[in-house]
């Protein structure tokens, strides 16, 4: 395997970064912990509007913007660690597809289920239909009339395109010509641009690519100061296409990444289930406050069963990561990238 890079700097890289691992268990929590304390039906609010607990957990709705920068990171690291061609781009594709589908897809399953027997029990229109699976199987679903089952799943469709778009410009990011990498993250950096509509991955570039270049900064081992800068520059320009919180929230979790060199796997239990908890949490600790509402009558009963509900979900994402994703996990490091 031939990597490129002047003096071999990236073959001294890390595949592992426990940092990494830390910032996705927080990611997951906190949309995990915004959805549970934001919870409302025909009955009401779990909490108020405007109680300071809810504004806070508000606040979690920005950690899937975390998982675009993570993902900004990771994805090239682990090409250039398979030594990837563009000939290998099927495998790749096939790789993460069952890395990340299958879970996805037993998540899809467990919500149909789900809506069948509140259907059947609690007579609440089921609202699905072949065409509607069809589109989520597919992530075509932005380009439909329907909704999205869960609201989370538009972020995988993001991912997605992400890791097409990644595979696609790969040979720029590993170019032995020193400034090639930089005109390539600069150009998907400034995509949207271009391609403004959010229904695809150029809208959120600057976000992904924070990642790529705390990535390409470790590569050539480039001053921390100069590669903030850079970073600050990109994050500027995510400010001014999306705003303070999404440009924030992208920005420090690349700096943290950036700065922050772990020796242990703080946080690597809820780090490695942090997809599971992603993708399941919807399906647990919002039922658990429906079924439990009308048994919290009072302000401090709410919180504790937001605390429960979150409790539950984080329970439940052990063993959906057990039994699904981790066997999904094992099954796609089968497919070598490289044939």
């Not at 009401?44 to 920068?69: N, T, W």
């Not at 589109?135 to 992400?162: D, G, K, M, R």
């Not at 270049?213 to 050539?220: E, G, R």
């Not at 903030?228 to 296409?241: D, E, G, P, R």
Request: aromatic share 18%.
């Amino acid at each position: 395997m031939v990597f490129l890079f002047e003096n071999n700097t990236f073959d001294r890289m890390k595949k592992y970064y426990p940092s990494i691992t830390l910032l996705r268990g927080i990611a997951a929590m906190m949309v995990c912990v915004y959805h549970i304390f934001s919870y409302s039906d025909e009955r009401g609010s779990l909490l108020p509007l405007q109680d300071p607990l809810r504004k806070i957990a508000a606040y979690g709705s920005e950690g899937v913007f975390m998982f675009f920068v993570i993902s900004g990171f990771v994805i090239p690291l682990s090409l250039f660690h398979s030594g990837f061609k563009l000939g290998d781009f099927p495998r790749y594709i096939a790789r993460r597809w069952v890395r990340i589908e299958l879970p996805y897809l037993a998540a899809l399953l467990i919500m149909l289920v789900d809506r069948f027997i509140m259907h059947r029990n609690w007579n609440i229109d089921f609202g699905i239909d072949w065409q509607i699976i069809v589109h989520h199987i597919f992530y075509t679903i932005p380009f439909s009339n329907y909704p999205w089952i869960n609201v989370i799943f538009w972020t995988l469709a993001i991912e997605l395109q992400f890791y097409v778009v990644v595979g696609v410009l790969f040979s720029l990011l590993n170019s032995p010509k020193k400034w090639v990498p930089y005109v390539a993250i600069a150009i998907f950096t400034l995509s949207p641009l271009v391609i403004e509509d959010a229904r695809f991955v150029f809208h959120y570039a600057p976000l992904f690519a924070m990642g790529m270049y705390v990535l390409h900064a470790k590569k050539i081992d480039q001053n921390k100061l100069v590669s903030a800068a850079v970073i600050s520059a990109i994050a500027v320009f995510s400010l001014w296409l999306h705003g303070p919180k999404m440009a924030g929230i992208a920005y420090l979790s690349a700096l943290f990444i950036l700065l922050v060199d772990m020796k242990k796997n703080t946080g690597k239990w809820l780090g490695e289930r942090s997809y599971s908890l992603y993708l399941i949490h919807g399906a647990v600790g919002l039922h658990v406050i429906h079924f439990l509402y009308e048994y919290a009558e009072v302000y401090i009963l709410r919180v504790v069963l937001a605390l429960l509900g979150i409790a539950a979900s984080v329970a439940v994402a052990h063993y959906f990561w057990y039994f699904v994703e981790d066997k999904a996990r094992k099954f796609s490091k089968r497919i070598d990238v490289k044939k």
